[in-house]
Structure formats: C-alpha cells, structure tokens
C-alpha cells in the first residue's frame, strides 16, 4: 500500500474497523485513502465490489494500482458488456478480487444469482453523496444486506464503506445525511474537515514556501467590473420583484459565486411554463452577465471585448435589446472594454488609407498599433516571476516549474505568452554565454486525445546550457497526475480549493523537496469573491454536519437487519409475487421501487413490453419525451399492436412528473386514434415510480 500520512492512517483505520461513510474536505486524499482499500483486498480470497465511481475515477484507480503494485493489477477487473458476456462475467466473479462494475450489470448479475452474493466480502461506494432512495446502488447495498451471510467469518456480514469529498451535498434538504445512511444501511458518520485537530497538526509540520501575490485590475478592469455588478444588482431587484415564484433571499453573493442556474431551475421548474417572457428574459441576462464577470478575471481584454461586440451584434440581428443595454453602467461597460483594447490613444488616432500608404504603414502607426493593446496584468507578474527564478544562484540545478490555470483555453493563452515572450536564465558558463533561454516548455501535450481537456495546466522544464532533454526528466509526476484527475464534468467545482489542499498534502509526502508557490489573485475581484466564498461554505457545511451527527438517531436495524428478516420471512411464507422486467428498464427507478416493496423481479430480454405482470398482462411504459417521439414516429403503434396479439390486457403506462409541466398538443389526438384501432389497450397515468408501483401491487392482487 502507499505510504499514508498520519492523519490518513487514523481515517484509515476508522474506515478499516467500522462500516460507515467517510466526509472529508476535498483536495484532503480521499483518493488515496480509497485506493489503499482497493490495494487491500486485491486478491483471491475477497470478492469486493466498487460501485457509483466514474469512468475516470476508475481509470485512475486502476492506473496507480498498475503502476504501483502490478501483482495486485491482476485481481483488478472492470467489467462491462463489450468485454464480458453473461458466463465470463460468471467466471470472473470466482476468481476473486476487486471489480469495477456498472450499476445496471450488478443488479442483473445479483437477481440472476450470476454473482455469489454470500460470497461477497463487501461493497465500496465512491461519491456517496449520490446515493438516494431510489438509485441502482441502493438496490444493490439492500439485496446484498438481504442475502450476504459470509460462510468464511460465520456470522459476520459483508462491510459496506462509503466515502465522500462533498460535505456541502449533506447539508441540502431535510437530513440529507440520514437519509443516505440509511440508503448505505450504515450506522457511523466520520467528519475530517480541514479545520480537524489531527489534518491542521499534519499539514502545519511541512508547509510549503507560499507567496501570495494580490494584483490590482487595471483602473479600466475596475471600472468594467463596477459596471457589471451594478448591471446584476439592478437586474436581480427587477427579477425578485416581477417573479413572485422565486425565494426572496437571493443575493448578490449568490449570484457572483454559487451556482445560480441551478438555485433558480429547482425552484422555478413546476411553474416554468406560467413564467412570463420578462423573467426568463432576466434569467438568461443574469446568466450572460456572470459568464462576462467570469471573462473579466480569466481572459485578455481582446476575448473580452469581442464577446461584448457579439452580444451587441446579437441583440441587433433578432431585432431586440435586452433593457440592460441602455443602463448607464452598460455605458460605461462597453466605453470602458473599447478602451481596454485599443487605449486612449485612439481618440486621436486615424485610420490609414491603404491607397495612400501603399509602401506599408509608418513607424508611428507601427508604434501606435504596438501600443493600443493593453497586457493581462497577471501575464507581467508571471513574467517578473519567471525572470526571478532564472537569476537564482543554483542556475546548474534543473528548474521544475507548474503552471496551473482555471481551464484549458487560460493555458493557450499562457502558452502563446511565453512563446512570444523568450525569457532568459543566467548560467555559470563564462560571460559570452551569461545567458540563455528558457528553452523547452510545453502543454502537457503528450497526453491522449480525450484526456486532453481535463488538464488545464503548462508545464516548463528550466535548464541550464548542456544539460539533458526534456524527456529524461519531466515535472514532478504526483503534482502532474493529480490534475488529470480532475472530473471535466462538473464545471462548477472549486478547482483552487482542492488544487491548493493537495499541494499541501504533496508536500507533506515530499517534505526533502521544499516547494515554492505563487499564488495570484485579483484583488477585490469577483475572482477573490468565489474563492473566499467556497472556504466559507465548506467550513459551514461542515458545522451543520457535526450538529447533525450529534442529535443524530441511529436505529439498531439500520444497517441491514430489518431487511434481512423481511427477506427470510418472504423465504419461510409463501412465494413473493413476480414481475418479470426487460433487461432495458433496470436503467430507471422502477425495479428497485418494486423490488422494496416486496415483488421478486426477473430480469429477462422481452421482445414485447417492458413488464409483464402476469400470463395476460403486459405493460408498456413510456415517459413523456418518450411517448410523443414514438407516436411521431410509430413506433408506439407497432409495439401496442405486439402487446394485443400476445397478451389478453395490453396496458401503456405514461410516467410524468408532476413538477415539470408538459403539453400532449396533437399527441392527444393520436392517443384516441390509437384507441379507437386497439380497443384492448388500457391507459394509465401515473405521476412517480412509487404510484406506479401501488398500481402494479393492485393489478397482481386483482390477478395473480
């Protein structure tokens, strides 16, 4: 196993002797953690089961793993459809070892009995924050606690160990972590926040060299960003005040920093077709105006301004102007970006006429074209640090340097700075040769194609005159790797937070390798603001979770025993009623909802509807996007007329939320047609999976 830290050991530990769900700050190692018990039960006398990671996430795992340990490599198993069928999966569950499997494959696999369920040593759940009622993995953690009896320990059941990085989840809605504890059927909650005793005592011991570097905005920026910020003031009083849907204490905090077009979808999704056009009118401006806040801070001021004559240009071209546009701070916003780029200078500045200087330009417009475009403030400093670092007095030592930006297109940017700008280093090589050009960075392009847009990072190797390629020696691979790891998916996560926690726990690891980190930062910027804000909220989301866990009320049978007596009391009584469920629909709720309720499912590819209840009843079952596009289509019409040629009651089950508002328009006549040319076929309208299986629990005691 990897060396682990002192305060990774004691989670380590904690996690190794109990079943429960682990919370830690991100950016703290869960990883790591994670990956020591994967190490731990790579062999052949364990079968463990890794459920609800990413295909990255196990990408990564089972990369360290090949790297590190090689032998346990060969215990590791992904299974998938395209690389096991039905009896190598069954084959490959008795070898043992720790396999990566797909929810869908796993609850096929354990209702067919494919895979051993008493065998099972135990199940390791990443991103438990995700675990809800009525997912795949709660369908597999309570067939396995229904079944899971280990012959080899005797009575001792299988371990369910749960891990999470992300506290602030937990503390939305109503006991939020009761509820996935009990969906884990785990009794023990274990917190490690960054502010934790034992994490500040260890990453205190070896801190790295840190620099913070606070650059002002340009007295242009500043004045840009006042604009915007009264913009948004102006447009969320306007939004608060027409939208009465909407809760009230939204703020500008909120706004800036948090993921706005989250907070107002939840809320305003049941009524959203009741919504005028004003208010999605200011939703979609709001949105515009924090991505241009976003811009402000990330790119040059020539990406800034031409995403300002775009919108402009936009407006014009549908034949409307959003009312922000003739606000004065909107004014101000655009005098204010034009400046940025081509400077006062261009008040007086006239442009040339190419009949007249057909010999090119003079030296003046050359001059003044060099002049107009004013640089990225953060650009000179990484330039006045970079000079720094080449006038160092251990010029003949290889210089590893980590340039870590917020996303891929920052990096270009950064990138083509350097190449423009060659810088020097002093080396010890005699005054004709006192200096010598950085000469090899690149983009960390040796990474494949679909990796490439998870790293957002440049790396530059700085070396003296005559010392070896680039490629013998790289940049210090842990700080590199970590980066790849980062989810692409997940847009809004706080990239900073967990990239400047992981330098600490690096350095730590490394503490015979001191680093030097320089951190910039806009200062009294929307930059600064999100950064703050997220080491806020984490920090409260965390005291809301040591509240709740000690008022918390964990029952003696939550972690499993009441759904072990409900299912042996099925086992002693007469057989529980079947349903037989096509292999598709274990992508939806449906089958772990029938499943709690006591029906035994029998998975099965059917060639005709999607359920079958009984010998005369099959069901077919259509959401909503689903029902008009097969109508459109007729495909509908061609599985109905299956169902009434095989089955005595054909029944079409319509699924739709009650929250999210629709319209049949035509489809409401082409569902009477339908009718009229199948006088068998029954309608149902249910508004959740639970109501549909009340429906299914009344039509099987009705005719079993």
């Not at 703290?28 to 062999?43: M, V």
């Not at 503390?171 to 909650?189: A, H, I, P, Q």
């Not at 801190?207 to 004045?223: A, F, Q, T």
């Not at 809760?247 to 005028?276: C, Y």
Request: charged share 30%; hydrophobic share 35%; with cysteine.
């Amino acid at each position: 196993m990897d060396a682990l830290l002192e305060y990774e050991n004691n989670v380590y530990l904690d996690m190794f002797h109990n079943d429960g769900i682990l919370v830690m700050a991100e950016g703290l190692g869960i990883e790591r953690i994670f990956l020591n018990f994967i190490k731990l039960y790579c062999d052949a006398t364990n079968l463990v089961i890794v459920v609800n990671a990413h295909e990255a996430e196990e990408q990564y795992f089972t990369n360290k793993i090949k790297e590190s340990d090689p032998k346990s490599f060969e215990y590791v198993t992904k299974i998938t459809t395209e690389t096991h069928s039905q009896n190598e999966r069954a084959q490959a569950y008795l070898k043992g070892g720790c396999f990566f499997v797909t929810s869908r494959i796993l609850v096929v696999d354990m209702l067919t009995d494919r895979i051993p369920i008493e065998y099972i040593t135990g199940i390791l759940v990443y991103n438990a924050h995700k675990i809800i009622d009525s997912c795949q993995e709660t369908f597999i953690l309570r067939m396995f606690r229904q079944k899971n009896n280990l012959v080899i320990f005797q009575s001792q059941k299988g371990f369910i160990k749960a891990f999470s990085d992300n506290p602030i989840f937990f503390t939305k809605g109503f006991s939020k972590v009761e509820r996935v504890m009990k969906n884990l059927f785990v009794k023990k909650l274990f917190i490690y926040p960054r502010f934790h005793v034992d994490i500040e005592a260890e990453l205190t011991k070896y801190k790295p060299e840190v620099i913070e570097i606070h650059v002002g905005l340009s007295d242009n920026s500043c004045r840009i960003q006042m604009a915007l910020m009264d913009i948004l003031n102006v447009l969320l009083q306007e939004f608060k005040g027409c939208c009465s849907y909407i809760d009230h204490d939204l703020t500008m905090e909120m706004v800036i920093s948090r993921p706005f077009d989250q907070i107002v979808k939840a809320q305003l999704e049941p009524v959203w077709n009741q919504l005028g056009s004003k208010p999605k009118q200011l939703i979609s401006d709001i949105r515009t105006l924090r991505l241009l806040l976003y811009y402000l801070t990330q790119y040059d001021s020539i990406t800034f301004f031409k995403m300002l004559n775009c919108l402009k240009s936009h407006e014009k071209d549908i034949g409307r102007s959003s009312g922000w546009m003739f606000l004065d701070a909107a004014n101000e916003l655009f005098t204010k970006a034009k400046l940025r780029v081509y400077g006062s200078e261009m008040r007086n500045y006239v442009k040339p006429d190419p009949k007249k200087n057909s010999n090119g330009p003079k030296k003046t417009e050359v001059y003044m074209a060099s002049r107009i475009i004013a640089e990225s403030p953060k650009l000179k400093v990484l330039k006045e640090i970079l000079e720094e670092l080449g006038t160092e007095e251990n010029s003949e030592e290889e210089i590893n340097i980590l340039i870590v930006a917020n996303d891929d297109r920052t990096c270009s940017q950064i990138k083509h700075f350097l190449r423009k700008n060659r810088l020097t280093r002093k080396t010890e090589n005699g005054p004709k040769k006192a200096t010598k050009q950085f000469d090899k960075f690149d983009i960390a392009e040796e990474q494949k194609s679909d990796e490439k847009d998870d790293e957002f990072i440049v790396k530059m190797i700085l070396k003296p005159f005559g010392s070896t390629d680039l490629n013998e020696r790289q940049v210090d691979s842990k700080i590199s790797k970590m980066v790849k790891k980062l989810d692409r998916k997940n847009k809004e996560k706080k990239l900073q937070l967990w990239f400047v926690r992981q330098i600490e726990v690096i350095q730590c690891l490394r503490y015979k390798n001191p680093m030097r980190v320089y951190f910039m930062m806009y200062t009294n910027s929307s930059e600064e603001q999100r950064y703050l804000t997220s080491i806020r909220t984490e920090k409260e989301s965390f005291e809301i979770l040591i509240r709740e866990k000690a008022n918390m009320i964990v029952t003696e049978e939550q972690d499993g025993k009441l759904e072990l007596r409900k299912w042996s009391a099925q086992c002693l009584r007469s057989e529980p009623p079947k349903i037989i469920v096509d292999m598709r629909e274990f992508r939806c709720e449906l089958p772990s909802i029938l499943h709690k309720r006591g029906f035994h499912i029998e998975p099965c590819t059917l060639e005709v509807g999607d359920y079958v209840l009984t010998p005369s009843i099959s069901v077919e079952r259509k959401s909503i996007n689903d029902l008009i596009e097969s109508l459109a289509n007729g495909r509908l019409y061609n599985q109905v007329n299956a169902m009434s040629r095989s089955y005595k009651i054909p029944v079409l089950l319509i699924e739709f939320d009650p929250k999210k508002p629709f319209q049949l328009n035509h489809t409401s006549s082409k569902l009477s047609l339908l009718t009229i040319h199948f006088p068998k076929l029954r309608i149902l309208w249910c508004s959740s999976p639970s109501e549909t299986a009340e429906i299914f629990e009344e039509l099987k005691s009705n005719c079993p």
